[in-house]
């Protein structure tokens, strides 16, 4: 039996549905499994002991129709039995019915859904306690007799090697793997998922005034180096004293083991807090007004995690803050966060 699994785009996504695989195996222990993601989300994934084959959708495929209809054909080669799509969008179910697998399982679209055998209505209300990006990726299996387990994670596989790479990369750079270690997701991916400069550089001084030992790494693409640099700077001398800002990694691999080594994650929720989680690394997420808390966050998880959203001090309209989020972060304030996050610090200290 071949069974394919569709996710494409964003790290988080394809960090989270490769938790697939381990109920997969242990349900088709014979089975051949296969990924198809996009190539730059790989790193999160290398390793993975439940996973054959992976398959890349690159930037060319996605934007030539020419290339695109090639890879189908491609697809429709290996013959699979049974094909997952957690993407669900036309591109992806095009995948599916031109794969000729006897099963094809996605998310119900009103425009997509007559391309698969066994289109699966979404979830709005997680039903056992996991986020409902777990929740309704485990849905999914349903249909395979496959049901929900609570102690399934998304997991993230490092060698020895790599992790001992990043401890001498840190010390190379002079981090005192003896002292307590955060990494920072100081910005998020864009601005819509960015708390504001001087309120993030608040929370970093509170959480040097909480312990004056912890070494604070910066994750960030080069293209925000502005913007971390305003944060930096708005920062107390105390706390510039105990940040790190060029420590980073070449790659994301690298990014990965360096986390893997460091006592939290705290900052803008994504995809670096979802790696973190991954390798069992304890985080403190700040969510963005205008995304969903239960999407990405799961009452399961509050005895190693903290989440913070505005919603949960404040009432407001989530419409409207999706369509100007900037707005709604101004009343994200400071103070609801910094006693949430000393005892965050505390706990993950003791």
């Given at each position: 039996?071949?069974?394919?699994?569709?996710?494409?785009?964003?790290?988080?996504?394809?960090?989270?549905?490769?938790?697939?695989?381990?109920?997969?195996?242990?349900?088709?222990?014979?089975?051949?499994?296969?990924?198809?993601?996009?190539?730059?989300?790989?790193?999160?994934?290398?390793?993975?002991?439940?996973?054959?084959?992976?398959?890349?959708?690159?930037?060319?495929?996605?934007?030539?129709?020419?290339?695109?209809?090639?890879?189908?054909?491609?697809?429709?080669?290996?013959?699979?039995?049974?094909?997952?799509?957690?993407?669900?969008?036309?591109?992806?179910?095009?995948?599916?019915?031109?794969?000729?697998?006897?099963?094809?399982?996605?998310?119900?679209?009103?425009?997509?859904?007559?391309?698969?055998?066994?289109?699966?209505?979404?979830?709005?209300?997680?039903?056992?306690?996991?986020?409902?990006?777990?929740?309704?990726?485990?849905?999914?299996?349903?249909?395979?007799?496959?049901?929900?387990?609570?102690?399934?994670?998304?997991?993230?596989?490092?060698?020895?090697?790599?992790?001992?790479?990043?401890?001498?990369?840190?010390?190379?750079?002079?981090?005192?793997?003896?002292?307590?270690?955060?990494?920072?997701?100081?910005?998020?991916?864009?601005?819509?998922?960015?708390?504001?400069k001087k309120n993030m550089a608040a929370l970093l001084d509170c959480i040097i005034a909480t312990n004056n030992n912890v070494q604070l790494?910066?994750n960030y693409m080069p293209k925000q180096k502005e913007a971390v640099q305003l944060i930096y700077d708005a920062t107390h001398k105390n706390?510039?004293?105990?940040?790190?800002?060029?420590?980073?990694?070449?790659?994301?691999?690298?990014?990965?083991?360096?986390?893997?080594?460091?006592?939290?994650?705290?900052?803008?929720?994504?995809?670096?807090?979802?790696?973190?989680?991954?390798?069992?690394?304890?985080t403190f997420s700040i969510f963005s007004p205008s995304i969903s808390k239960k999407s990405w966050f799961g009452n399961n998880e509050v005895?190693?995690?903290?989440?913070?959203?505005?919603?949960?001090?404040?009432?407001?309209?989530?419409?409207?803050?999706?369509?100007?989020?900037?707005?709604?972060?101004?009343?994200?304030?400071?103070?609801?966060?910094?006693?949430?996050?000393?005892?965050?610090?505390?706990?993950?200290?003791?």
């Amino acid at each position: 039996m071949k069974i394919l699994v569709i996710q494409q785009k964003m790290i988080g996504d394809v960090l989270t549905t490769a938790l697939l695989f381990e109920l997969l195996r242990e349900k088709y222990p014979e089975a051949e499994l296969h990924y198809l993601i996009n190539s730059h989300t790989y790193p999160v994934v290398k390793n993975h002991p439940f996973i054959d084959q992976f398959i890349f959708c690159t930037p060319e495929i996605e934007n030539s129709k020419l290339k695109f209809f090639s890879f189908l054909k491609t697809i429709r080669k290996q013959r699979f039995d049974i094909v997952i799509d957690v993407y669900s969008i036309i591109s992806s179910a095009l995948i599916c019915f031109f794969s000729k697998a006897e099963l094809t399982i996605a998310y119900h679209k009103i425009y997509t859904s007559f391309l698969v055998s066994r289109p699966i209505k979404r979830l709005t209300k997680p039903q056992n306690n996991a986020s409902l990006a777990i929740e309704n990726r485990l849905k999914l299996l349903q249909p395979l007799g496959i049901e929900f387990k609570k102690d399934v994670f998304p997991k993230i596989y490092l060698t020895q090697k790599e992790v001992e790479t990043a401890k001498a990369f840190l010390k190379q750079s002079h981090i005192n793997l003896d002292q307590p270690l955060f990494m920072i997701s100081v910005v998020g991916s864009n601005t819509d998922k960015t708390y504001p400069k001087k309120n993030m550089a608040a929370l970093l001084d509170c959480i040097i005034a909480t312990n004056n030992n912890v070494q604070l790494l910066f994750n960030y693409m080069p293209k925000q180096k502005e913007a971390v640099q305003l944060i930096y700077d708005a920062t107390h001398k105390n706390t510039k004293k105990n940040i790190y800002a060029d420590v980073l990694g070449k790659n994301l691999r690298a990014f990965t083991a360096i986390t893997a080594v460091c006592d939290a994650l705290i900052g803008n929720e994504g995809g670096a807090n979802n790696i973190a989680k991954a390798l069992n690394v304890p985080t403190f997420s700040i969510f963005s007004p205008s995304i969903s808390k239960k999407s990405w966050f799961g009452n399961n998880e509050v005895k190693k995690h903290v989440a913070v959203h505005l919603s949960d001090f404040i009432d407001y309209d989530k419409g409207k803050a999706k369509q100007n989020p900037k707005a709604f972060y101004k009343l994200f304030k400071t103070e609801y966060i910094r006693p949430k996050l000393t005892t965050f610090i505390k706990k993950v200290l003791s």
